[in-house]
C-alpha cells in the first residue's frame, strides 16, 4: 500500500497550464504503474493518464491526449501531469493512484481507495 497526496490544483483561464504533483510515502512505488483520474460534480471519476513503473509507456485518455503529459521520477517518489491548453470542460478533482499492473491501471475500477486530490478549476 502506497499513500499518496496531490498538489498543484489550482484557477487557470482556458488556455493556461499548471502541473499536477503526486507524491508517494512508502518504499514500492517504483514497483507500481500509476495513473491520472479526474471527477466532476455529479460525474463519475474517469482516467486520465497512466504510466509505467519503469516510465517507459504511457497512455492517455482521448480527451487530454496532446494537450497532458504525465512522467515520473522515481528517486523522489512522484508523478506529475503537466496539462497545457486547459479548457473548461478539464475542470474536476484530480486524482492519482498505483497500480500492479500498468495493463489495467487505466479502469478506476481497480482501485479501492483514493486521497483528497486536487481541485483544478478552468474558467471560460
Known amino acids: 500500500q502506497v499513500q499518496l497526496v496531490e498538489s498543484g490544483g489550482g484557477l487557470v483561464q482556458a488556455g493556461g497550464s499548471l502541473r499536477l504533483s503526486c507524491a508517494a510515502s512508502?518504499?514500492?512505488?517504483?514497483?507500481?504503474?500509476m495513473g491520472w483520474f479526474r471527477q466532476a460534480p455529479g460525474k463519475e471519476r474517469e482516467f486520465v493518464a497512466a504510466?509505467?513503473?519503469?516510465?517507459?509507456?504511457?497512455y492517455y485518455a482521448d480527451s487530454v491526449r496532446g494537450r497532458f503529459t504525465i512522467s515520473r521520477d522515481n528517486a523522489k517518489n512522484t508523478v506529475y501531469l503537466q496539462m497545457n491548453s486547459l479548457k473548461p470542460e478539464d475542470t474536476a478533482v484530480y486524482y492519482c493512484?498505483?497500480?500492479?499492473?500498468?495493463?489495467?491501471?487505466?479502469?478506476?475500477?481497480?482501485?479501492?481507495?483514493w486521497g483528497q486530490g486536487t481541485q483544478v478549476t478552468v474558467s471560460s
Open positions: 512508502g518504499r514500492t512505488f517504483s514497483s507500481y504503474a
Open positions: 493512484n498505483s497500480h500492479k499492473d500498468f495493463g489495467l491501471a487505466y479502469r478506476p475500477a481497480e482501485y479501492r481507495y
Open positions: 504510466i509505467s513503473w519503469s516510465g517507459g509507456s504511457t
